[in-house]
């Protein structure tokens, strides 16, 4: 190991860390000496394989040449700045930032009322199932507040056993009636073979229920369970069903005449007497529903 204190101009001297063994600082300038020479050589042979090119290129040009270039190339003029402004290359474009918006708020729940397709022109058979659909439902949230309130048990019996005659009137009409009818105009069977199901199901717990006492622990339960039974019945039939039933060609304003003919059947006499003609038309054009109106009376 040298001594750091050595004449000027020494290797030892010329080292920037003075820490620095003189045997690592004396190979690191040995290895970048080599890595110069290397570059040198290198530019060299590219200087002297251009200048190759150009004597060969000379060599093979016409002898009127010269002239060629003149007339053939002719010296571009300088661009004007205006000019340097239009061929620029165009500025890179700042990256967009995505602003996430407002989140939508969710759609509505499916219910009969959001779900009730619109009323043709004149009314037909869906229109009338429609308007049952509409009138249980109403009657299925008025018993729910009689419910909440604990009101008494007579009260909560008779609207119960209200919406078990409507209920057991509008299923006996669609299955002998219209599913048949859907099931000839070649509607999905399988649509209409799930609508039997969930028939039966409902038909169980409405025996459960006439045959129940309101003052039991799961009489309410099983009233609120009919419900949502028959809401999801009727959302399938108003959102799958009806629409194809409507495009199908089904006459379906005569298969109402007929279905609200069975329907009538029944009603006892004196409640079809008692009704009148009022329960026909609402004044624009279609039924309230027969059943609703008939068998809230009794």
């Known amino acids: 190991m040298a001594d750091d204190k050595t004449k000027r101009g020494s290797p030892d001297s010329k080292r920037l860390n003075k820490s620095e063994p003189y045997e690592v600082a004396y190979a690191k300038s040995k290895r970048a000496k080599a890595a110069a020479s290397k570059t040198a ?18 060599r093979a040009a016409p002898a009127a040449g010269s002239r060629a270039r003149k007339t053939s190339t002719p010296r571009a003029k300088s661009a004007s700045p205006a000019m340097k402004r239009t061929n620029a290359a165009p500025a890179r474009k700042q990256a967009r930032t995505t602003m996430r918006g407002t989140p939508k708020p969710p759609k509505a729940e499916k219910t009969a009322e959001n779900t009730a397709p ?34 008494p048990a007579d009260q909560r019996r008779t609207l119960a056993q209200t919406i078990c005659d409507m209920l057991k009137a509008h299923t006996t009409v669609e299955e002998e009636i219209f599913y048949p009818a859907a ?42 369970v009919l419900g949502e039974y028959i809401t999801h019945h009727v959302v399938e039939e108003h959102t799958e069903m009806f629409p194809k039933c409507r495009r199908s060609g089904m006459d379906l304003v005569g298969l109402r005449s007929e279905m609200e003919a069975r329907k009538m059947s029944f009603v006892p006499e004196r409640d079809v007497q008692a009704s ?3 329960t026909m038309d609402d004044g624009k054009g279609k039924s309230t529903g027969i059943l609703a109106s008939l068998f809230s009376k009794a």
């Open 41 to 58: 050589k290198k530019s060299a042979k590219k200087s002297a394989k251009k200048a190759t090119t150009r004597s060969a290129s000379s």
């Open 118 to 151: 619109k009323t043709m022109r004149e009314a037909d058979a869906v229109d009338l199932l429609t308007d049952d659909h509409l009138e249980v439902g109403a009657l299925f949230k008025q018993y729910e507040k009689l419910a909440k309130k604990e009101a």
């Open 183 to 224: 099931r000839r105009a070649g509607i999905d069977a399988d649509l209409l073979d799930e609508a039997d199901i969930e028939h039966a199901s409902a038909k169980e717990l409405i025996a459960q229920i006439e045959g129940g006492n309101p003052d039991d622990d799961h009489y309410d339960a099983k009233v609120k």
């Open 276 to 278: 009148g003609s009022e």
